[in-house]
């Protein structure tokens, strides 16, 4: 039950490469692994407290005014991620600069306390933020990866091509972004697909 | 009717003073760590483009036409001068540069404090052996790119960003020339 | 007068929102399938970010900045927003049906676009005064909206073309997006 929870979120439901949520962090901050799993955990960290909070109170508040109540507590806790990483991890925050605040409007927090936190219990609240999290950080890590491994010939700041490896700086900015996004979700698409078709056949032969 | 309208609003300001009242809390926690932050930023800063200095140049400041000059001493003399010079043309906009300026009108050293140029090319400027090609410099000197005339390294497929980044030092270098240095004479 | 026509090309074309900020990403791919609902959800951006730069300025500059409270600004700012998103879609309902129904999920989805957002707090981080800030706004929403109608019309297009299985949709959407935003890339250093 739990399993099938994390499971879910993270890679059947996964909030980029299926649900195409939280876009415009996923693009802008993943110009090096780094940044993109430093994104991925501030998110998975306000997604947790907000699922959290959000099935605690969701008997106490009435219908109408969820949505803006929901609002409330995940901006409040992304002011505090804000704060805290300014305060403790100041470089970090300085590089994820304006997206730290949109964390907020990211809609896989919102969607999440909407279609899973106001319906469940706290604990399983926690699991499902953790999956769907996770596998946000999974994408970043994945995007971020490429992106730095092609604009950079690094990963984690570490070197890995020879000197007279020529970057393709074009990873590194905008349009980067788009294509190699695009070429990840053919990936997953087909990945889907073969995994889809072969539990398919598995029935059939059943 | 009017009681469920009237709780709703209730319950909306009820999470939302709960939240300012958390918030004001964590804040209040953060609040020096993230000032010491911003500081020790802006010192390292000052730190590269000054020679050894013993005082707090970032508290030592002269306002000179509304500009703010960092003043670093050394057993109480004045070791040097460092302000903030800011050139429009970047390829991606403002270039802000910081320069260290010696008593003697030289330039002790650059340091380029925020830039949206392009990564791989014009963000070369940030190369350290790059801006040590300032280095001792007068307002006298052309302060230019060679294509321009100058003695500064242009990169090749990436001329405007130091171009820029000669505009600001130029600029900050004649304006602590004509307005300090000059007076103190 | 020059500067700020320098501002609005710059805010426009050179740092497009979409296609070289990444700010409004989620309604660019979301509603750009058909170019009619493109062009009713530009307007209604550009209203909502119009508005809301306005009055989340006024909020800081009044309120915020003054009694210290400038941690709040996230929470203000996302409430400010929702509020005027609640309004539009309530004037429209009554205004134009025809346009309420054919943006559907997108309208409240509007609170939630990254675009508006980020344009109220980068107003305030920019320091700008009124006027700068009306015309980044404007510009800004504008781009927004220059990028997601020729999108649009793009991806109509491409929705007849023979596209390989797994690319279908969504993938040739980014890589369409990509291709777009290197196009835009010309015109950095247009500003000089």
């Excluded at chain 1, 949109?102 to 896989?108: E, K, R, Y």
């Excluded at chain 2, 020096?32 to 050894?52: C, D, H, M, N, W």
């Excluded at chain 2, 140029?117 to 006298?140: C, H, M, R, V, Y």
Aim: neutral net charge; glycine residues 8%.
């Amino acid at each position: 039950m739990i399993g099938r929870i994390f499971k879910e979120g993270f890679w059947k439901n996964n909030a980029v490469f299926k649900q195409v949520l939280g876009l415009c962090p996923t693009l802008a901050v993943t110009t090096s692994a780094i940044n993109g799993i430093a994104m991925g955990l501030a998110s998975t960290a306000v997604l947790l407290c907000s699922n959290f909070v959000v099935s605690l109170v969701k008997d106490i508040i009435p219908a109408k005014v969820r949505i803006p109540s929901y609002i409330v507590i995940i901006a409040s806790f992304v002011t505090m991620v804000d704060l805290l990483m300014n305060a403790y991890v100041h470089d970090l925050h300085k590089v994820l600069g304006l997206f730290i605040p949109l964390i907020v409007v990211n809609c896989m927090i919102l969607g999440r306390a909407e279609s899973f936190a106001s319906k469940n219990t706290p604990f399983k609240s926690i699991v499902d933020g953790l999956g769907v999290g996770l596998g946000f950080t999974f994408a970043l890590l994945i995007l971020g990866g490429v992106r730095e491994i092609l604009g950079n010939g690094s990963l984690l700041n570490v070197t890995i091509f020879p000197e007279r490896f020529s970057p393709a700086i074009a990873m590194i900015l905008p349009p980067g972004a788009f294509i190699a996004l695009g070429f990840i979700l053919f990936g997953y698409n087909y990945i889907e697909d073969k995994r889809n078709s072969g539990q398919k056949s598995q029935t059939k032969e059943q | 009717m009017k009681d469920s309208n009237f709780k709703m609003v209730l319950i909306l300001c009820t999470v939302a003073a709960v939240a300012a009242f958390i918030l004001s809390l964590v804040n209040m926690a953060t609040k020096e760590k993230i000032a010491e932050a911003y500081r020790q930023e802006f010192l390292s800063g000052l730190t590269a483009v000054l020679p050894e200095y013993d005082n707090e140049p970032d508290k030592t400041i002269l306002e000179v036409k509304g500009k703010k000059v960092y003043v670093a001493k050394n057993d109480n003399k004045t070791v040097a001068y460092a302000l903030t010079s800011t050139s429009p043309k970047g390829y991606g906009g403002d270039i802000v540069v910081l320069i260290g300026v010696r008593p003697d009108g030289r330039i002790n050293g650059i340091e380029i404090l925020r830039h949206a140029e392009t990564p791989g090319l014009g963000s070369k400027i940030n190369d350290e052996s790059w801006q040590k090609s300032f280095d001792n410099l007068t307002a006298k000197d052309d302060i230019a790119v060679k294509k321009d005339g100058g003695i500064i390294d242009q990169f090749s497929g990436a001329t405007i960003s130091p171009r820029a980044v000669c505009e600001a030092v130029d600029k900050g270098l004649t304006f602590i020339t004509e307005n300090v240095l000059e007076q103190e004479n | 007068m020059a500067e700020l026509i320098l501002l609005f090309i710059s805010a426009v074309l050179v740092n497009n929102f979409v296609l070289s900020r990444f700010l409004g990403l989620c309604p660019f791919f979301g509603v750009s399938r058909k170019l009619d609902t493109a062009i009713g959800m530009s307007f209604a951006v550009t209203f909502v970010m119009t508005v809301a730069g306005i009055i989340t300025w006024i909020i800081q500059y009044s309120v915020l900045n003054p009694f210290g409270l400038g941690y709040l600004q996230t929470i203000v700012f996302i409430l400010v927003i929702a509020s005027l998103v609640q309004f539009v879609e309530i004037v429209l309902e009554k205004i134009s049906p025809a346009l309420y129904n054919s943006l559907g999920i997108f309208l409240p989805l509007i609170t939630t676009n990254c675009a508006i957002l980020g344009a109220a707090i980068l107003n305030i981080q920019e320091g700008f005064s009124f006027i700068q800030m009306l015309v980044f706004t404007i510009g800004s929403a504008l781009g927004f909206g220059l990028a997601l109608i020729i999108f649009s019309g793009i991806r109509e297009r491409v929705e007849l073309a023979d596209v390989p299985k797994y690319f279908r949709g969504i993938p040739i959407a980014f890589v369409t997006a990509g291709i777009l935003a290197l196009a835009f890339m010309g015109f950095s250093g247009l500003v000089k």
